[in-house]
């Protein structure tokens, strides 16, 4: 069944996360890949998202009411890695208590995800690039092949230019599975959007352990060079929300978070937890050579102040309300007014 546009952006959009230049590019090319099955090597650093990608193209495919199976082959030890991609018989080696079907018989019909690929045990690189080749697989301790139908999406973090100079893995199964190579960006490459990144983190939580980022601390985190990538922003909102659930957290806190540090027990009792917003004004005073719109300040700093609010309170209209101390109805007005659309 053929999967509409409309739920191709959709599913694309839900998992990869971002409006900057480098994720838009990187949706074009998942909508391109998805509409085809050649086989994609995902390339990129480790934590960047790589198998969420894999996901992306699997959902906005054809095969996406079938399995989508991932296995990371660089964690599986040697001994293993054979049995775990194309299955044993009873008997065939020792703990073979059963027949057990591998990864590439659970992903028929569907998409198999090899994670870590560069890292793939050479002579396993020979038995992978047959299997491509021939789509049937055989078990261990089997004589007999089983068919198989399979989109093949693999990821690395490694150069395979050098690997495959080195001799370390095999120039053929490279152009096997990189018909088509994705770069996936290092999040320092799409800075842009980390706010969107916490918030989507944030996303159905308790208030309690959310901890919020004033703009200051937002542009802390945009200026951090993030060698962990995502994983790495995902671990410190994560931390964020142990230590300061219910705070506003500014440029210093992160620094703490980013060292992995305990805050000070003295700045923990003394900090404020999440309060009505107040109101500053941003432009300078009125002169004689200089009047101002007072309406149009007035209406500039309420816009921003709701704005705040809305996202402090992760889309909720109720709890942006009580933070500037408005009744709902009033709050819903106003968003009206501006043109304001609370995310949920």
């Known amino acids: ?3 509409s546009t409309t739920d191709i952006e959709r599913d694309i959009t839900s998992l990869v996360i971002g409006t900057s230049p480098a994720v838009q590019r990187l949706r074009a090319m998942i909508a391109r890949v998805a509409a085809s099955d050649v086989s994609v090597l995902l390339a ?4 960047s998202g790589k198998e969420l990608v894999a996901q992306a ?3 906005a495919s054809n095969r996406s009411a079938n399995p989508f199976v991932a296995i990371n082959t660089g964690a599986i030890p040697a001994e293993l890695i054979e049995s775990e991609l194309f299955g044993h018989e009873k008997g065939s080696f020792t703990g073979a208590h059963s027949r057990r079907t591998g990864h590439f018989e659970n992903a028929h019909k569907g998409t198999l995800f090899l994670d870590e690929i560069g890292d793939m045990r050479f002579d396993m690189q020979v038995k992978l690039l047959r299997v491509l080749e021939e789509r049937v697989v055989t078990r261990v301790g089997s004589s007999s092949g089983t068919p198989v139908d399979v989109r093949i999406i693999s990821a690395t973090h490694r150069d395979m230019d050098h690997a495959i100079a080195d001799g370390r893995f095999r120039q053929d199964l490279f152009f096997r599975l990189g018909v088509v190579l994705v770069h996936v960006p290092a999040l320092a490459e799409r800075a842009e959007d ?3 990144l916490v918030r989507h983190f944030q996303k159905g939580k308790p208030s309690g352990v959310i901890a919020h980022f004033d703009e200051s601390a937002l542009e802390r985190l945009m200026a951090h060079d993030w060698p962990g990538n995502v994983r790495e922003l995902r671990n410190v909102v994560e931390r964020a929300g142990v230590l300061y659930g219910g705070e ?3 440029a210093d806190d992160v620094d703490l978070l980013l060292t992995n540090a305990a805050p000070p027990l003295e ?4 900090r404020v937890a999440v309060a009505p917003v107040s109101f500053v004004p941003a ?3 009125p002169c004689k050579d200089h009047p101002i719109d007072l309406r149009q300040e007035i209406e500039a700093i309420e816009l921003k102040r709701i704005n705040m609010a809305l996202e402090l309170a992760d889309g909720i209209v109720s709890e942006a309300a009580r933070l500037l101390t408005l009744k709902r109805t009033t709050l819903i007005e106003k968003m009206r007014k501006y043109g304001v659309q609370a995310v949920a």
């Open 1 to 3: 069944m053929a999967v």
């Open 267 to 270: 700045s923990r009792r003394e």
């Open 194 to 196: 980390i706010p969107l």
């Open 283 to 285: 432009s300078p005073a």
């Open 57 to 59: 193209i699997h959902a």
């Open 44 to 47: 990129g650093p480790s934590g």
């Open 248 to 250: 506003i957290l500014g």
